[in-house]
């Protein structure tokens, strides 16, 4: 175990500030499904994002090199794909598991808080 995780286990290291803005979770989580990527106009949609906004966040994501954008044609109209890199995948799997890992932390405060209050946890789902 490294030094930092003993020290301070609560600091999550692996919590990417790349994706750990909310936009940009959506652009990713929603790529991380399609390996061949999303049409610009589908991807948009999908996260609730206007052309710049959506702009913006995929820049950030490629100047990373987490995001690949490949521009061509579907006929006569322009068509530009985003999809994840194998590093974007790489690194956006390590972000969850640091994420789980808050959770599990979480869940076990919680369920200490509450057996020293004498509260049943709730139920699941």
């Given amino acids: 175990m490294s030094k930092q995780k ?7 290291s692996g919590l990417d500030r ?26 948009k949609e999908l996260c609730g994002l206007t052309d710049g906004n959506l702009s913006r966040h995929l820049q950030v994501l ?7 954008i490949t521009k061509g044609f579907d006929g006569k109209r322009p068509c530009t794909r985003c999809a994840l890199s194998e ?3 790489e690194r956006f799997l390590d972000y969850l598991e640091a994420l789980e890992q808050v959770l599990r932390h979480t869940a076990a405060a919680r369920s200490s808080d509450d057996e020293a209050s004498g509260l049943q946890p709730l139920p699941a789902g």
């Fill in 6 to 12: 003993s020290e301070a286990p609560f600091a999550y």
């Fill in 62 to 68: 490629e100047e990373a090199g987490f995001v690949a």
């Fill in 87 to 89: 590093l974007g995948r």
């Fill in 18 to 43: 790349i994706f750990h803005e909310k936009a940009r979770l959506g652009i990713v989580s929603s790529l991380i499904s399609s390996a061949e990527g999303l049409v610009f106009s589908d991807l």
